[in-house]
């Protein structure tokens, strides 16, 4: 399949969210992508259900929501209730993977489990295909407008590796430094979703640079 673009709301205008909303509908975006943080699982506060509940009244995108949260499992009801088609959970922060990815997907949602930069990928052999998606880390979580960490793209093609060998259909999303540059590689590498927020919202033109990621 050809990949998908996700754009990251945490590096939108929040003074003028709804435009930026609007912009992402007519643009060629697949998701949108929410980093939801809580200050003690990574280092930074971000949003919370309020903005999650108005999204689905202003946008028909799938809404990909990235739990950078101790105890995610808590909210899965009210993530599923704001319409939410992708939950992401770190396995950094569930000590019974299993369960929270069954309960994720006992509520009508896809499962995703994110890693790390630290995090091996082999951790994941025993669960991959449960996982409707692997979110990967390029950049440490917490903070927009990172580095990119370059092994992130080695690591994606172990990931892929991993998913062929076990016949599953988990696709593969990356998130952290992601330009036209490093966009392009981590494709080539067997990347499925693109997660992109500063390079896209920072642009002179965002539909334009969403359209360029999406043309890579």
């Not at 091996?120 to 990967?136: A, F, Q, R, S, T």
């Not at 990347?191 to 500063?198: E, F, I, M, R």
């Amino acid at each position: 399949m050809n990949h998908l673009i996700a754009p990251s709301l945490l590096s939108a205008n929040f003074l003028h969210l709804e435009k930026d909303i609007e912009m992402l509908n007519r643009s060629e975006a697949d998701w949108i992508h929410l980093d939801i943080m809580d200050g003690v699982f990574v280092p930074n506060i971000s949003f919370g259900f309020p903005v999650l509940n108005l999204l689905k009244e202003r946008t028909d995108k799938p809404l990909d929501v990235h739990l950078m949260i101790v105890y995610p499992e808590k909210f899965i009801d009210e993530i599923a209730a704001a319409g939410t088609e992708y939950m992401n959970v770190h396995y950094e922060a569930c000590i019974h993977l299993h369960r929270v990815v069954n309960a994720i997907k006992n509520r009508g949602m896809k499962a995703g489990v994110t890693l790390n930069p630290h995090t091996p990928v082999l951790l994941l052999e025993e669960i991959i295909g449960d996982l409707d998606m692997v979110l990967l880390m390029s950049v440490n979580p917490g903070f927009g407008g990172q580095k990119f960490i370059e092994h992130s793209v080695q690591k994606v093609g172990v990931l892929k590796e991993l998913i062929l060998r076990k016949n599953a259909r988990t696709l593969i999303e990356v998130d952290g430094g992601v330009n036209l540059e490093t966009g392009k590689r981590l494709v080539e590498a067997g990347a499925d979703v693109l997660v992109a927020g500063n390079f896209i919202f920072s642009s002179d033109d965002p539909f334009q640079t969403i359209h360029q990621l999406k043309s890579l």
